[in-house]
């Protein structure tokens, strides 16, 4: 892997903007792409408005933005001024939002106006009260006047000669805050420095051997690590350019693909899924896709096979890695490796992986345990350091809470996982945090919430119930109630069994592992 680079991704966008200014450093569905000095100049006009309000380096920038152009003249006129940027999903709610903004102590906020139907601003004016230290609201393409918000598109109207001088920053200093689920049902403030973001990066670019030609889609949202790394910042570290899909669709993809020449791919398994569904149907072969990686849920061994067979020069594999540690390996991209990119989570690159028991101890070759990793590309921890503490031990492994083992080829096979997380379309839900709200249901006396089989996400939500008097609960009379708690709708549970009592172990905790059964054979019938 390459050295430390030490740089931040405002000094790199200055040397493309002075050498390359006409060069497309990411390509957009419905207009023109994104060149390296547009958006330099974008950002330094950005830069010197958010210097003139007096936010300074080290203070914290959230933004809650689809994969608009925007967020990139955001990220690097924050890297330019050494704030904290904080991406934050566009489909969390009130509940989701507050907590993130008052625990990360954000400053600023970016924010769309009214999109997909869901007025931003107004959820905003509803959370202020509760969040003394957001000092500024920025809407982005609102079409309204919104009183106490600014606006994006007048503060860009700054000169960019006016942004002040850029931040001399450390390349260990903290550049992105992430919220990532934890088990316990609270978000965790995943902290990345300018270094261990840009070695996830090296991993990809060393391990797919991308460079100049390749062109990344990236249909992940901006908002997660894989589309922060890979779509905003990749075509700044490396020759290659990405591809920004605003929302996930098929048809759309596939034209997409063809216009770019798009040549890879990291995302969830139902995109891959749909991806050659579609070209198995229409009988295209899209010769440009080289490769498909997919991570965040399980991928069908059948799926990987069907990929090679209908794409005609793509290989698709599955990788393993998570907030706290992306990208622990690449998957295998070689022809004569298909069964390996279909049986196993990847090929270690890059990282220290070690498979231990309960106790702590490593286990024999080949046997199951929890996976521990440590690698350049780690988190520098959490936000609280009690968070830390519990989940990085003295030797500086990452404890991930999946179960698995290492094959002889220093292949990773995830089999289980100890954490109470739910994966669905690669997003991670905590069972926890759902329980808590379902809890707050006047007829819910007890209720476990586990993952469920999903053809297209991999997996649902489902919450076992037991209710007051045994009363009767549908999913119908459920859905009021979530959307008054305010619960993002991709954590709402997409299926309700009413049980008379939950199966407990000796010491109390409930058996979801029976749970997950059950709904498994149920499904099944």
Known sequence: MTKLRNKS????????????????????EDAEPIRYG?????????????????????DVVSFQLPNWRETVALDIAATWLGLVVNPVIPIYRDRELAFILADSRARCLFIPGTYRKFDYPAMIQRLQPQLPELEFVVTVRDEEKRDGTLAYEALIQADPSAAPARQAIAGDSVKLIMYTSGTTGRAKAVRHSHNSLARAID???????????????????????????NGIELPFLSGCKTAFMERWDVDQAVAYIARVKATGCVSATPFLQELVDKAERESLRLPSLRFFACGGASVPPTLIQRAHRVLENCRAF???GCTEAPLVTVGFIKPEEELLAGTTD?????????????????VAAGEDGELLVKGPAMMLGYGEEEQTREAVDANGYFHTGDIGHITPERAIVITDRKKDIIIRGGENLSAREIEDVLHQ??????????????????????????????????????RPFLEQRGLARQKWPERVEQVEELQKTASGKVRKDILRQQIKALLET
Request: with cysteine; hydrophobic share 50%.
């Open 9 to 28: 991704l405002a000094e790199y966008a200055a040397a493309l903007a002075a050498t390359r200014p006409d060069d497309i450093a990411i390509y957009l």
């Open 38 to 58: 547009s958006i330099f100049t974008e950002a330094m006009s950005l830069a010197a408005s958010l210097a003139d309000l007096g936010l300074k380096a080290g």
């Open 203 to 229: 991993n990809g670019v060393e391990g797919w051997g991308l460079g100049e030609g390749d062109v990344m889609l990236m249909p992940s949202p901006v908002t997660h690590v894989t589309g922060f790394a």
């Open 318 to 320: 599955r990788v393993y």
């Open 346 to 362: 990847g090929r270690i690159h890059n990282w220290d992986v070690v498979v231990v028991d309960d106790d702590g101890k490593p």
């Open 441 to 478: 249901h006047e007829l819910i006396n007890e209720v476990a919430v586990v993952s469920m089989p999903h053809e297209r996400l991999g997996e649902g939500v489902c919450a076992f119930v037991v209710t007051r008097d045994q009363a009767p609960l549908s999913l119908a009379q459920l």
